[in-house]
Protein backbone atom coordinates (compact mmCIF):
# COMPACT_ATOMS: atom_id res chain seq x y z
CA UNK A 1 0.00 0.00 0.00
CA UNK A 2 2.20 3.17 -1.07
CA UNK A 3 2.24 6.60 -0.06
CA UNK A 4 1.58 9.48 -2.05
CA UNK A 5 1.62 13.04 -1.17
CA UNK A 6 1.67 15.56 -3.94
CA UNK A 7 2.07 19.66 -3.87
CA UNK A 8 1.49 22.62 -5.40
CA UNK A 9 1.44 26.27 -4.01
CA UNK A 10 1.87 30.30 -4.65
CA UNK A 11 2.75 31.13 -0.81
CA UNK A 12 6.32 30.49 -1.28
CA UNK A 13 6.61 27.56 0.73
CA UNK A 14 9.16 25.14 -0.29
CA UNK A 15 7.86 22.12 -1.73
CA UNK A 16 11.09 20.31 -0.89
CA UNK A 17 10.31 20.22 2.81
CA UNK A 18 6.22 20.02 2.44
CA UNK A 19 6.75 16.95 0.96
CA UNK A 20 9.31 15.55 3.16
CA UNK A 21 6.96 15.87 5.75
CA UNK A 22 4.27 14.55 4.19
CA UNK A 23 5.64 11.29 3.49
CA UNK A 24 6.84 11.14 7.42
CA UNK A 25 3.19 10.90 7.77
CA UNK A 26 2.80 8.18 5.63
CA UNK A 27 5.18 5.99 6.39
CA UNK A 28 2.80 3.93 8.90
CA UNK A 29 1.39 2.17 5.43
CA UNK A 30 4.63 0.71 5.63
CA UNK A 31 7.76 1.27 2.95
CA UNK A 32 10.41 0.24 1.54
CA UNK A 33 11.48 2.93 -0.71
CA UNK A 34 11.07 6.85 -1.15
CA UNK A 35 11.19 9.30 -3.87
CA UNK A 36 10.65 13.17 -4.30
CA UNK A 37 10.82 14.91 -7.48
CA UNK A 38 9.97 18.70 -8.03
CA UNK A 39 10.29 20.64 -11.72
CA UNK A 40 13.28 23.12 -10.07
CA UNK A 41 15.65 20.51 -9.00
CA UNK A 42 14.90 17.22 -10.28
CA UNK A 43 14.31 13.36 -8.85
CA UNK A 44 15.82 11.78 -6.01
CA UNK A 45 15.24 8.40 -4.93
CA UNK A 46 16.72 6.07 -1.82
CA UNK A 47 15.95 2.50 -0.99
CA UNK A 48 14.53 2.78 2.78
CA UNK A 49 12.59 5.08 5.06
CA UNK A 50 12.26 8.92 4.46
CA UNK A 51 14.95 9.39 6.65
CA UNK A 52 17.64 7.59 4.27
CA UNK A 53 15.47 9.79 1.53
CA UNK A 54 16.24 12.52 3.50
CA UNK A 55 20.27 12.17 3.88
CA UNK A 56 20.70 12.25 0.17
CA UNK A 57 18.73 15.49 -0.66
CA UNK A 58 21.58 18.46 -1.40
CA UNK A 59 21.17 21.81 0.14
CA UNK A 60 19.12 24.16 -1.75
CA UNK A 61 16.84 20.99 -2.97
CA UNK A 62 12.99 22.40 -3.59
CA UNK A 63 11.05 24.39 -5.37
CA UNK A 64 6.95 25.54 -5.62
CA UNK A 65 5.46 22.19 -6.16
CA UNK A 66 6.44 18.58 -6.59
CA UNK A 67 5.22 14.53 -6.25
CA UNK A 68 6.42 12.22 -4.10
CA UNK A 69 6.40 8.75 -2.71
CA UNK A 70 6.52 5.74 -0.53
CA UNK A 71 6.93 2.56 -2.07
CA UNK A 72 6.03 -1.07 -0.89
CA UNK A 73 6.88 -2.82 -3.63
CA UNK A 74 4.01 -5.03 -5.79
CA UNK A 75 6.10 -5.01 -9.43
CA UNK A 76 9.97 -5.22 -9.32
CA UNK A 77 11.81 -5.39 -6.50
CA UNK A 78 12.44 -2.87 -4.03
CA UNK A 79 15.55 -1.02 -4.90
CA UNK A 80 15.84 2.46 -6.01
CA UNK A 81 15.57 1.79 -10.28
CA UNK A 82 11.96 0.71 -9.16
CA UNK A 83 11.31 3.32 -6.80
CA UNK A 84 9.15 6.31 -7.53
CA UNK A 85 8.55 9.03 -8.95
CA UNK A 86 8.93 7.49 -12.54
CA UNK A 87 9.47 9.21 -15.72
CA UNK A 88 9.05 9.40 -19.94
CA UNK A 89 11.81 9.27 -22.39
CA UNK A 90 12.05 12.75 -21.95
CA UNK A 91 12.48 13.51 -17.90
CA UNK A 92 9.41 15.97 -18.97
CA UNK A 93 6.84 13.65 -17.19
CA UNK A 94 6.88 12.51 -14.12
CA UNK A 95 4.61 10.48 -11.79
CA UNK A 96 4.06 8.56 -8.62
CA UNK A 97 1.26 6.02 -8.64
CA UNK A 98 -0.41 3.12 -5.99
CA UNK A 99 -2.01 0.29 -7.38
CA UNK A 100 -1.42 -2.84 -9.90
CA UNK A 101 -1.54 -1.75 -13.52
CA UNK A 102 -3.24 -5.26 -14.87
CA UNK A 103 -2.68 -4.43 -18.89
CA UNK A 104 0.63 -2.93 -18.01
CA UNK A 105 2.41 -5.85 -19.99
CA UNK A 106 0.99 -5.21 -23.16
CA UNK A 107 1.15 -1.97 -22.34
CA UNK A 108 4.78 -1.65 -22.19
CA UNK A 109 5.26 -4.00 -25.64
CA UNK A 110 2.92 -1.45 -28.08
CA UNK A 111 4.99 1.49 -25.94
CA UNK A 112 8.50 -0.36 -26.48
CA UNK A 113 7.83 -1.08 -30.13
CA UNK A 114 6.96 2.65 -30.89
CA UNK A 115 10.74 3.69 -29.93
CA UNK A 116 10.06 4.09 -25.91
CA UNK A 117 13.34 3.25 -23.54
CA UNK A 118 12.81 1.91 -20.34
CA UNK A 119 14.51 2.43 -17.00
CA UNK A 120 12.62 0.15 -14.34
CA UNK A 121 10.43 -3.01 -14.12
CA UNK A 122 7.71 -1.26 -12.46
CA UNK A 123 4.13 -0.80 -14.00
CA UNK A 124 4.14 2.83 -12.80
CA UNK A 125 6.90 3.81 -15.32
CA UNK A 126 4.99 2.90 -18.23
CA UNK A 127 2.03 5.60 -17.25
CA UNK A 128 4.41 7.84 -17.93
CA UNK A 129 5.48 6.78 -20.96
CA UNK A 130 2.04 6.23 -22.24
CA UNK A 131 1.14 9.96 -21.21
CA UNK A 132 4.24 11.09 -23.11
CA UNK A 133 2.49 9.01 -26.28
CA UNK A 134 -0.89 11.13 -26.20
CA UNK A 135 0.75 14.22 -25.40
CA UNK A 136 2.77 13.67 -28.92
CA UNK A 137 -0.61 13.73 -30.51
CA UNK A 138 -3.05 15.83 -28.16
CA UNK A 139 -0.29 18.72 -27.29
CA UNK A 140 -2.25 19.38 -24.18
CA UNK A 141 -1.08 17.83 -21.02
CA UNK A 142 -4.67 17.78 -19.43
CA UNK A 143 -5.93 15.62 -22.80
CA UNK A 144 -3.19 13.32 -22.72
CA UNK A 145 -3.41 12.64 -19.21
CA UNK A 146 -7.13 11.52 -19.68
CA UNK A 147 -6.44 9.71 -22.83
CA UNK A 148 -3.76 7.74 -21.16
CA UNK A 149 -5.83 6.77 -18.03
CA UNK A 150 -8.45 5.37 -20.50
CA UNK A 151 -6.05 2.96 -21.73
CA UNK A 152 -5.34 1.31 -18.58
CA UNK A 153 -6.89 -1.47 -16.54
CA UNK A 154 -6.23 -2.06 -13.04
CA UNK A 155 -6.20 -0.17 -9.97
CA UNK A 156 -4.39 3.21 -9.66
CA UNK A 157 -4.12 6.42 -7.37
CA UNK A 158 -1.49 8.95 -9.16
CA UNK A 159 -0.61 12.19 -9.25
CA UNK A 160 1.16 13.27 -12.54
CA UNK A 161 3.31 16.13 -12.95
CA UNK A 162 4.72 17.95 -16.16
CA UNK A 163 7.68 20.46 -16.23
CA UNK A 164 5.81 22.15 -19.27
CA UNK A 165 3.32 23.47 -16.97
CA UNK A 166 5.31 22.92 -13.79
CA UNK A 167 2.50 24.35 -11.17
CA UNK A 168 -0.29 22.22 -12.37
CA UNK A 169 -0.68 18.75 -11.00
CA UNK A 170 -3.01 16.11 -12.44
CA UNK A 171 -4.89 13.37 -10.00
CA UNK A 172 -6.54 10.29 -10.59
CA UNK A 173 -8.20 7.37 -8.84
CA UNK A 174 -9.07 3.74 -9.61
CA UNK A 175 -9.23 1.56 -6.75
CA UNK A 176 -6.65 2.98 -4.96
CA UNK A 177 -7.63 6.27 -2.41
CA UNK A 178 -7.07 9.62 -3.53
CA UNK A 179 -7.46 12.98 -1.20
CA UNK A 180 -7.40 16.29 -2.63
CA UNK A 181 -6.37 19.03 0.03
CA UNK A 182 -8.40 22.69 -0.61
CA UNK A 183 -5.60 25.30 0.92
CA UNK A 184 -5.65 29.20 0.03
CA UNK A 185 -3.53 29.23 -2.54
CA UNK A 186 -1.85 25.67 -2.32
CA UNK A 187 -2.99 22.50 -3.45
CA UNK A 188 -2.38 19.04 -2.29
CA UNK A 189 -2.27 15.37 -3.55
CA UNK A 190 -2.46 12.50 -1.02
CA UNK A 191 -3.42 8.80 -0.55
CA UNK A 192 -5.16 9.70 2.94
CA UNK A 193 -6.14 13.15 5.01
CA UNK A 194 -2.61 12.28 7.34
CA UNK A 195 0.16 14.63 5.39
CA UNK A 196 -2.58 17.17 4.14
CA UNK A 197 -4.18 18.26 7.61
CA UNK A 198 -1.44 20.72 9.12
CA UNK A 199 -1.87 22.98 6.21
CA UNK A 200 -5.79 22.39 5.64
CA UNK A 201 -8.52 20.60 6.64
CA UNK A 202 -10.95 21.08 3.76
CA UNK A 203 -10.19 17.96 1.46
CA UNK A 204 -12.29 16.39 -1.54
CA UNK A 205 -12.25 12.50 -1.33
CA UNK A 206 -11.90 11.44 -5.18
CA UNK A 207 -14.52 8.71 -6.17
CA UNK A 208 -13.28 5.91 -8.41
CA UNK A 209 -13.14 7.04 -12.16
CA UNK A 210 -12.60 10.76 -11.32
CA UNK A 211 -9.61 13.27 -12.27
CA UNK A 212 -8.59 16.28 -10.86
CA UNK A 213 -6.64 18.95 -12.00
CA UNK A 214 -4.95 21.51 -9.63
CA UNK A 215 -3.14 24.76 -9.80
CA UNK A 216 -2.11 26.58 -6.58
CA UNK A 217 -5.42 28.55 -7.27
CA UNK A 218 -7.76 26.77 -9.02
CA UNK A 219 -9.17 22.94 -8.50
CA UNK A 220 -11.50 20.94 -11.10
CA UNK A 221 -12.64 17.40 -11.07
CA UNK A 222 -13.40 15.26 -13.98
CA UNK A 223 -15.24 12.01 -15.20
CA UNK A 224 -13.20 9.88 -17.27
CA UNK A 225 -15.54 10.78 -20.37
CA UNK A 226 -14.11 14.33 -19.37
CA UNK A 227 -17.60 15.34 -18.07
CA UNK A 228 -17.03 17.96 -15.34
CA UNK A 229 -17.80 16.86 -11.92
CA UNK A 230 -18.78 19.37 -8.89
CA UNK A 231 -17.79 17.95 -5.46
CA UNK A 232 -18.28 20.36 -2.07
CA UNK A 233 -15.48 19.53 -0.38
CA UNK A 234 -15.23 18.38 3.20
CA UNK A 235 -14.20 19.79 6.56
CA UNK A 236 -12.53 16.92 8.54
CA UNK A 237 -11.36 17.30 12.29
CA UNK A 238 -9.37 14.47 12.33
CA UNK A 239 -5.57 14.76 14.33
CA UNK A 240 -2.75 13.41 12.23
CA UNK A 241 -3.00 9.85 14.22
CA UNK A 242 -7.00 9.84 13.24
CA UNK A 243 -6.64 10.38 9.49
CA UNK A 244 -3.54 7.61 9.15
CA UNK A 245 -6.78 5.19 10.91
CA UNK A 246 -9.22 6.62 8.12
CA UNK A 247 -10.99 8.11 10.75
CA UNK A 248 -11.49 5.08 12.85
CA UNK A 249 -10.94 4.67 16.48
CA UNK A 250 -8.16 1.67 16.09
CA UNK A 251 -6.25 0.04 13.08
CA UNK A 252 -7.70 -3.05 13.89
CA UNK A 253 -11.49 -1.44 13.17
CA UNK A 254 -10.22 0.35 9.82
CA UNK A 255 -8.12 -2.90 8.77
CA UNK A 256 -11.07 -5.17 9.53
CA UNK A 257 -13.23 -2.68 7.47
CA UNK A 258 -10.52 -3.28 4.71
CA UNK A 259 -12.01 -6.92 4.08
CA UNK A 260 -13.75 -6.37 0.97
CA UNK A 261 -10.72 -4.53 -0.98
CA UNK A 262 -8.10 -6.57 0.76
CA UNK A 263 -10.07 -9.59 -0.90
CA UNK A 264 -10.54 -7.71 -4.24
CA UNK A 265 -6.61 -7.00 -3.99
CA UNK A 266 -5.72 -10.56 -3.05
CA UNK A 267 -7.81 -11.81 -6.39
CA UNK A 268 -6.78 -9.04 -8.94
CA UNK A 269 -5.67 -10.69 -12.22
CA UNK A 270 -4.99 -13.87 -10.94
CA UNK A 271 -8.66 -15.65 -11.60
CA UNK A 272 -9.14 -16.72 -15.07
CA UNK A 273 -12.95 -17.47 -14.34
CA UNK A 274 -14.22 -18.31 -17.67
CA UNK A 275 -11.59 -21.42 -17.64
CA UNK A 276 -11.98 -22.13 -14.12
CA UNK A 277 -8.24 -21.44 -13.78
CA UNK A 278 -6.19 -19.48 -11.34
CA UNK A 279 -2.63 -17.41 -13.02
CA UNK A 280 -0.22 -17.30 -10.02
CA UNK A 281 2.68 -15.22 -11.43
CA UNK A 282 5.07 -16.03 -8.53
CA UNK A 283 4.35 -19.45 -8.52
CA UNK A 284 5.60 -19.98 -12.70
CA UNK A 285 8.53 -20.85 -12.32
CA UNK A 286 7.92 -23.99 -9.90
CA UNK A 287 4.46 -24.61 -11.87
CA UNK A 288 6.31 -27.97 -12.84
CA UNK A 289 7.49 -29.34 -9.88
CA UNK A 290 4.06 -28.41 -8.56
CA UNK A 291 2.83 -30.61 -10.93
CA UNK A 292 4.75 -33.61 -9.36
CA UNK A 293 4.80 -32.69 -5.75
CA UNK A 294 3.05 -36.01 -3.52
CA UNK A 295 2.85 -34.18 -0.49
CA UNK A 296 2.51 -30.26 1.40
CA UNK A 297 3.64 -29.32 4.29
CA UNK A 298 2.28 -25.82 5.33
CA UNK A 299 3.92 -23.86 8.83
CA UNK A 300 2.69 -20.56 10.70
CA UNK A 301 2.35 -19.36 13.37
CA UNK A 302 -0.36 -17.93 15.57
CA UNK A 303 -3.27 -16.72 13.44
CA UNK A 304 -1.31 -17.75 10.18
CA UNK A 305 -1.03 -21.59 11.80
CA UNK A 306 -5.05 -21.33 11.85
CA UNK A 307 -5.32 -20.16 7.75
CA UNK A 308 -2.57 -23.23 7.22
CA UNK A 309 -5.76 -25.59 8.80
CA UNK A 310 -8.17 -24.23 6.83
CA UNK A 311 -5.99 -24.87 3.71
CA UNK A 312 -5.26 -28.04 4.73
CA UNK A 313 -9.18 -28.65 4.35
CA UNK A 314 -9.10 -27.24 0.84
CA UNK A 315 -6.35 -29.17 -0.80
CA UNK A 316 -7.13 -32.41 0.35
CA UNK A 317 -11.01 -31.77 -0.31
CA UNK A 318 -9.91 -30.16 -3.87
CA UNK A 319 -6.43 -30.78 -4.93
CA UNK A 320 -6.22 -34.13 -3.64
CA UNK A 321 -3.04 -33.90 -2.12
CA UNK A 322 -1.73 -35.27 1.27
CA UNK A 323 -1.40 -31.85 3.39
CA UNK A 324 -0.14 -31.69 7.23
CA UNK A 325 -0.07 -28.17 9.26
CA UNK A 326 2.42 -27.91 11.56
CA UNK A 327 3.26 -24.93 14.27
CA UNK A 328 6.73 -23.79 12.95
CA UNK A 329 7.77 -23.54 16.52
CA UNK A 330 7.16 -27.51 16.55
CA UNK A 331 8.44 -28.35 13.19
CA UNK A 332 12.33 -26.83 13.52
CA UNK A 333 12.69 -28.71 16.83
CA UNK A 334 11.63 -32.21 15.37
CA UNK A 335 12.95 -34.17 13.09
CA UNK A 336 10.75 -33.69 10.26
CA UNK A 337 10.95 -36.33 7.35
CA UNK A 338 10.99 -34.69 4.05
CA UNK A 339 12.19 -34.93 0.18
CA UNK A 340 12.12 -33.04 -3.46
CA UNK A 341 8.33 -34.13 -3.50
CA UNK A 342 7.38 -32.49 -0.44
CA UNK A 343 6.20 -28.90 -1.18
CA UNK A 344 6.61 -26.95 2.59
CA UNK A 345 4.87 -23.33 2.76
CA UNK A 346 5.17 -20.61 5.12
CA UNK A 347 2.36 -18.71 5.46
CA UNK A 348 3.51 -14.83 7.57
CA UNK A 349 2.18 -11.81 7.11
CA UNK A 350 5.11 -9.90 7.91
CA UNK A 351 7.61 -12.66 6.71
CA UNK A 352 9.47 -12.10 9.43
CA UNK A 353 8.31 -14.45 12.13
CA UNK A 354 11.82 -16.23 13.20
CA UNK A 355 9.97 -19.58 14.52
CA UNK A 356 8.14 -19.84 10.55
CA UNK A 357 11.64 -18.71 8.81
CA UNK A 358 13.97 -21.23 10.61
CA UNK A 359 11.14 -23.60 9.76
CA UNK A 360 11.50 -22.67 5.86
CA UNK A 361 15.08 -23.10 6.54
CA UNK A 362 15.06 -27.00 7.56
CA UNK A 363 13.04 -27.38 5.02
CA UNK A 364 15.47 -26.01 2.17
CA UNK A 365 18.24 -27.92 4.18
CA UNK A 366 16.32 -31.12 3.78
CA UNK A 367 15.63 -30.29 -0.21
CA UNK A 368 11.98 -29.63 0.11
CA UNK A 369 10.17 -27.11 -2.62
CA UNK A 370 9.71 -24.00 -0.48
CA UNK A 371 6.69 -21.88 -0.91
CA UNK A 372 5.58 -18.32 0.64
CA UNK A 373 2.16 -16.67 1.46
CA UNK A 374 3.47 -13.46 2.94
CA UNK A 375 2.38 -10.36 2.74
CA UNK A 376 5.30 -8.10 3.57
CA UNK A 377 6.75 -7.77 0.25
CA UNK A 378 10.87 -8.42 0.03
CA UNK A 379 10.50 -9.78 3.82
CA UNK A 380 12.87 -12.08 4.90
CA UNK A 381 10.47 -15.61 3.88
CA UNK A 382 9.72 -13.63 0.61
CA UNK A 383 13.10 -13.75 -0.01
CA UNK A 384 14.32 -17.22 1.21
CA UNK A 385 11.65 -19.12 -0.12
CA UNK A 386 11.77 -20.74 -4.09
CA UNK A 387 8.91 -19.03 -5.13
CA UNK A 388 5.21 -17.76 -3.25
CA UNK A 389 1.90 -15.82 -3.43
CA UNK A 390 2.02 -12.36 -2.12
CA UNK A 391 -1.30 -11.48 -0.83
CA UNK A 392 -1.23 -7.44 -1.50
CA UNK A 393 -3.46 -7.08 1.98
CA UNK A 394 -1.40 -3.65 2.26
CA UNK A 395 0.60 -3.20 5.88
CA UNK A 396 -1.05 -4.45 8.84
CA UNK A 397 -0.42 -2.55 12.41
CA UNK A 398 -2.75 -3.44 14.59
CA UNK A 399 -1.42 -6.41 16.75
CA UNK A 400 -4.07 -8.81 15.98
CA UNK A 401 -4.15 -10.14 12.65
CA UNK A 402 -7.46 -9.17 10.18
CA UNK A 403 -7.22 -8.60 6.78
CA UNK A 404 -3.96 -10.01 6.78
CA UNK A 405 -6.02 -13.56 7.55
CA UNK A 406 -8.72 -12.75 5.02
CA UNK A 407 -6.04 -12.20 2.68
CA UNK A 408 -4.21 -15.76 3.34
CA UNK A 409 -7.44 -17.70 3.15
CA UNK A 410 -7.91 -16.18 0.00
CA UNK A 411 -4.40 -17.11 -1.55
CA UNK A 412 -4.81 -20.28 0.04
CA UNK A 413 -7.99 -20.75 -2.26
CA UNK A 414 -6.55 -19.60 -5.31
CA UNK A 415 -3.46 -21.92 -4.50
CA UNK A 416 -5.85 -24.73 -4.43
CA UNK A 417 -7.48 -23.85 -7.34
CA UNK A 418 -4.12 -23.79 -9.37
CA UNK A 419 -2.47 -27.13 -7.87
CA UNK A 420 -6.17 -28.75 -8.03
CA UNK A 421 -6.33 -27.78 -11.64
CA UNK A 422 -2.98 -29.47 -12.04
CA UNK A 423 -4.83 -32.54 -11.14
CA UNK A 424 -8.08 -33.62 -11.00
CA UNK A 425 -10.41 -30.60 -10.38
CA UNK A 426 -12.44 -30.62 -13.05
CA UNK A 427 -13.08 -27.22 -14.99
CA UNK A 428 -16.38 -26.95 -13.48
CA UNK A 429 -15.35 -27.11 -10.40
CA UNK A 430 -12.98 -24.48 -10.83
CA UNK A 431 -15.27 -22.71 -12.41
CA UNK A 432 -17.40 -22.88 -9.74
CA UNK A 433 -14.68 -21.57 -6.92
CA UNK A 434 -13.48 -18.84 -8.93
CA UNK A 435 -16.88 -17.20 -9.70
CA UNK A 436 -17.82 -17.68 -5.66
CA UNK A 437 -14.58 -16.15 -5.01
CA UNK A 438 -15.20 -12.80 -6.99
CA UNK A 439 -18.68 -12.66 -5.50
CA UNK A 440 -16.60 -12.53 -1.69
CA UNK A 441 -16.07 -8.80 -1.73
CA UNK A 442 -19.56 -8.07 -1.94
CA UNK A 443 -20.88 -10.46 0.84
CA UNK A 444 -18.19 -9.16 3.07
CA UNK A 445 -19.46 -5.84 2.97
CA UNK A 446 -22.91 -7.02 3.68
CA UNK A 447 -21.31 -8.56 6.89
CA UNK A 448 -19.35 -5.04 7.59
CA UNK A 449 -22.95 -3.43 7.22
CA UNK A 450 -23.77 -4.98 10.52
CA UNK A 451 -21.45 -3.91 12.82
CA UNK A 452 -23.69 -2.13 14.50
CA UNK A 453 -25.52 -5.10 15.41
CA UNK A 454 -22.13 -7.51 16.41
CA UNK A 455 -21.33 -4.22 18.51
CA UNK A 456 -24.34 -4.61 20.69
CA UNK A 457 -23.79 -8.09 21.27
CA UNK A 458 -20.24 -7.27 21.80
CA UNK A 459 -21.44 -5.61 24.83
CA UNK A 460 -23.85 -7.70 26.16
CA UNK A 461 -21.59 -10.34 26.97
CA UNK A 462 -18.09 -8.36 27.95
CA UNK A 463 -18.55 -8.57 31.44
CA UNK A 464 -17.95 -12.55 30.98
CA UNK A 465 -14.69 -14.08 32.08
CA UNK A 466 -14.44 -16.85 29.54
CA UNK A 467 -15.57 -17.92 26.32
CA UNK A 468 -15.93 -21.27 24.64
CA UNK A 469 -15.65 -21.22 20.22
CA UNK A 470 -16.68 -24.10 18.75
CA UNK A 471 -17.09 -25.39 15.21
CA UNK A 472 -16.50 -27.93 12.85
CA UNK A 473 -14.63 -28.67 9.63
CA UNK A 474 -13.83 -25.81 7.75
CA UNK A 475 -14.58 -23.62 10.76
CA UNK A 476 -13.33 -25.63 13.52
CA UNK A 477 -10.09 -23.22 12.40
CA UNK A 478 -12.43 -20.17 12.93
CA UNK A 479 -12.85 -21.32 16.08
CA UNK A 480 -9.86 -21.43 16.57
CA UNK A 481 -8.89 -17.73 15.44
CA UNK A 482 -12.02 -16.33 17.86
CA UNK A 483 -10.39 -17.68 20.61
CA UNK A 484 -6.93 -15.83 20.15
CA UNK A 485 -8.53 -12.78 18.90
CA UNK A 486 -10.51 -12.39 21.77
CA UNK A 487 -7.73 -13.59 24.13
CA UNK A 488 -4.95 -11.23 23.13
CA UNK A 489 -7.11 -7.85 22.86
CA UNK A 490 -9.62 -8.25 25.61
CA UNK A 491 -7.00 -10.74 28.31
CA UNK A 492 -10.46 -12.86 28.47
CA UNK A 493 -9.69 -16.62 28.65
CA UNK A 494 -10.92 -18.21 25.63
CA UNK A 495 -10.58 -21.43 24.18
CA UNK A 496 -11.11 -22.58 20.56
CA UNK A 497 -12.07 -26.43 19.75
CA UNK A 498 -13.74 -28.62 17.74
CA UNK A 499 -17.46 -28.89 18.28
CA UNK A 500 -17.05 -33.07 17.91
CA UNK A 501 -14.30 -32.72 21.19
CA UNK A 502 -16.73 -30.66 23.45
CA UNK A 503 -18.04 -33.52 25.01
CA UNK A 504 -14.75 -34.95 25.37
CA UNK A 505 -13.39 -32.53 28.40
CA UNK A 506 -14.74 -29.22 27.71
CA UNK A 507 -18.58 -29.19 28.56
CA UNK A 508 -17.56 -29.98 31.96
CA UNK A 509 -16.94 -26.25 32.01
CA UNK A 510 -20.32 -25.28 30.96
CA UNK A 511 -22.79 -23.57 33.10
CA UNK A 512 -25.00 -20.23 32.70
CA UNK A 513 -21.80 -18.04 33.39
CA UNK A 514 -20.16 -19.41 30.43
CA UNK A 515 -20.62 -18.72 26.91
CA UNK A 516 -20.00 -20.36 23.76
CA UNK A 517 -19.67 -18.68 20.29
CA UNK A 518 -20.71 -21.43 18.28
CA UNK A 519 -20.03 -21.77 14.02
CA UNK A 520 -22.89 -22.92 12.59
CA UNK A 521 -23.38 -22.37 9.02
CA UNK A 522 -25.21 -24.16 6.58
CA UNK A 523 -22.87 -26.78 5.38
CA UNK A 524 -22.09 -30.04 5.30
CA UNK A 525 -21.73 -30.66 9.33
CA UNK A 526 -24.83 -28.07 10.40
CA UNK A 527 -26.63 -30.97 11.86
CA UNK A 528 -24.05 -32.27 14.24
CA UNK A 529 -23.36 -28.66 15.27
CA UNK A 530 -27.07 -27.77 16.08
CA UNK A 531 -26.98 -30.86 18.39
CA UNK A 532 -23.89 -29.58 20.33
CA UNK A 533 -25.72 -26.12 20.61
CA UNK A 534 -28.58 -28.24 22.03
CA UNK A 535 -26.12 -30.06 24.56
CA UNK A 536 -25.03 -26.62 25.40
CA UNK A 537 -28.49 -25.49 25.82
CA UNK A 538 -28.93 -28.08 28.21
CA UNK A 539 -26.78 -27.30 30.35
CA UNK A 540 -28.10 -23.82 30.54
CA UNK A 541 -24.99 -22.11 28.87
CA UNK A 542 -25.08 -19.06 26.96
CA UNK A 543 -24.98 -19.26 23.18
CA UNK A 544 -23.80 -17.00 20.14
CA UNK A 545 -24.43 -18.72 16.88
CA UNK A 546 -23.38 -17.50 14.08
CA UNK A 547 -25.76 -18.98 11.24
CA UNK A 548 -26.39 -18.46 7.73
CA UNK A 549 -28.77 -16.08 6.36
CA UNK A 550 -32.15 -17.18 6.21
CA UNK A 551 -31.60 -19.77 9.04
CA UNK A 552 -34.59 -20.01 11.80
CA UNK A 553 -33.63 -23.79 13.63
CA UNK A 554 -30.59 -22.04 15.23
CA UNK A 555 -32.36 -18.90 16.07
CA UNK A 556 -34.64 -20.37 18.24
CA UNK A 557 -32.03 -22.12 19.89
CA UNK A 558 -29.13 -19.78 20.60
CA UNK A 559 -29.35 -16.82 22.72
CA UNK A 560 -27.87 -14.64 20.07
CA UNK A 561 -27.47 -15.17 16.37
CA UNK A 562 -25.13 -13.30 14.01
CA UNK A 563 -26.44 -13.74 10.21
CA UNK A 564 -24.04 -14.43 7.11
CA UNK A 565 -24.60 -14.47 3.53
CA UNK A 566 -24.56 -18.16 2.20
CA UNK A 567 -21.06 -19.10 0.27
CA UNK A 568 -19.38 -22.09 -0.98
CA UNK A 569 -18.88 -24.24 2.38
CA UNK A 570 -14.90 -24.26 1.42
CA UNK A 571 -14.77 -20.33 1.37
CA UNK A 572 -17.00 -20.32 4.75
CA UNK A 573 -14.03 -18.83 6.87
CA UNK A 574 -13.00 -16.02 4.61
CA UNK A 575 -16.65 -14.93 5.84
CA UNK A 576 -17.30 -16.69 9.26
CA UNK A 577 -13.53 -14.87 10.46
CA UNK A 578 -14.93 -10.98 10.15
CA UNK A 579 -17.97 -11.30 12.78
CA UNK A 580 -15.69 -12.92 15.54
CA UNK A 581 -12.95 -10.14 14.61
CA UNK A 582 -15.45 -7.62 15.32
CA UNK A 583 -17.02 -9.59 18.16
CA UNK A 584 -13.24 -9.34 19.64
CA UNK A 585 -12.67 -5.79 18.60
CA UNK A 586 -15.56 -4.80 20.34
CA UNK A 587 -15.76 -6.79 23.33
CA UNK A 588 -11.73 -5.19 24.34
CA UNK A 589 -13.16 -1.62 24.03
CA UNK A 590 -15.78 -2.38 25.79
CA UNK A 591 -13.55 -2.81 28.46
CA UNK A 592 -11.18 -0.17 27.63
CA UNK A 593 -8.01 -1.66 26.56
CA UNK A 594 -5.66 -0.80 24.01
CA UNK A 595 -6.80 -3.03 20.96
CA UNK A 596 -4.36 -1.94 18.65
CA UNK A 597 -1.14 -2.55 21.38
CA UNK A 598 -2.35 -5.47 23.57
CA UNK A 599 0.30 -6.14 26.37
CA UNK A 600 3.39 -8.38 25.99
CA UNK A 601 2.59 -8.52 22.27
CA UNK A 602 4.55 -7.36 19.06
CA UNK A 603 3.32 -7.44 15.72
CA UNK A 604 6.04 -9.33 14.29
CA UNK A 605 7.46 -11.59 16.82
CA UNK A 606 11.48 -12.14 15.61
CA UNK A 607 12.87 -14.27 18.53
CA UNK A 608 12.27 -17.36 19.66
O1 LIG B 1 3.62 -12.15 10.78
P1 LIG B 1 3.08 -13.55 10.97
O2 LIG B 1 1.84 -13.79 10.15
O3 LIG B 1 4.11 -14.61 10.75
O4 LIG B 1 2.66 -13.62 12.49
C1 LIG B 1 2.20 -14.80 13.05
C2 LIG B 1 1.58 -14.58 14.41
O5 LIG B 1 2.51 -14.00 15.28
C3 LIG B 1 0.34 -13.69 14.35
O6 LIG B 1 -0.62 -14.19 13.46
C4 LIG B 1 -0.29 -13.53 15.73
O7 LIG B 1 -0.82 -14.75 16.17
C5 LIG B 1 -1.35 -12.44 15.69
N1 LIG B 1 -1.09 -11.47 16.71
C6 LIG B 1 -2.74 -12.94 15.85
O8 LIG B 1 -3.67 -11.92 15.77
Same mark, same amino acid.
Given at each position: MCGIFAYTGAQGKDAGKVLLDGLLSLEYRGYDSAGIFTPESGSIKSPGAVAELRKKIPTGFGGKSGIAHLRWATHGEPNEKNAHPHQDCTGELWIVHNGIIENFKELKEKLAHAGHRFASDSDTEVLAHLVEEHLKKEKNFEKAALAALNDLRGTYGIALQYKGEPDKLIAARMGSPIVIGLGDGEHFIASDPSPILPHTKKVVFLEDGEVAVLTPHKHSIYKLNAEKVDRTPTEIDWSPEEAQKGGYEHFMLKEIMEGPEVVENTLRGRVIAEKGMVKLGGLEAVAKELASIERVIIVGCGTAYYAGLVGEYML =? =? %????? /? @?????? =? %???? !????????ALIAISQSGETLDTLEAIREG #??? *???? $? *????? +??????? =?? &?? *??YNHAGPEVSVASTKALVSQLTALALFTVFLGRQRAMSEETGKEITAELKKLPAKLKAILGRT???? /? $?? #??? !????????? *??KYNYPVALEGAIKLKEISYVHAEGYSAGEMKHGPIAMIDEHFPTFALAP? &???? @? #?? +????? @?? #? !????PVVALVTEGDTRVAELADDVIAVPKTLEMLSPILNVVPLQLFAYYFAKEKGLNVDRPRNLAKSVTVE
Open positions: =E =E %FAGIP /V @EVELAS =E %FRYR !APVLNQKT #KRK *GALT $L *GIVNA +VGSTIAR =ET &DA *GVADIE /V $LA #KKY !ASSRDFLFI *GRH &DSVY @E #KV +VSNIH @EL #K !ARKG
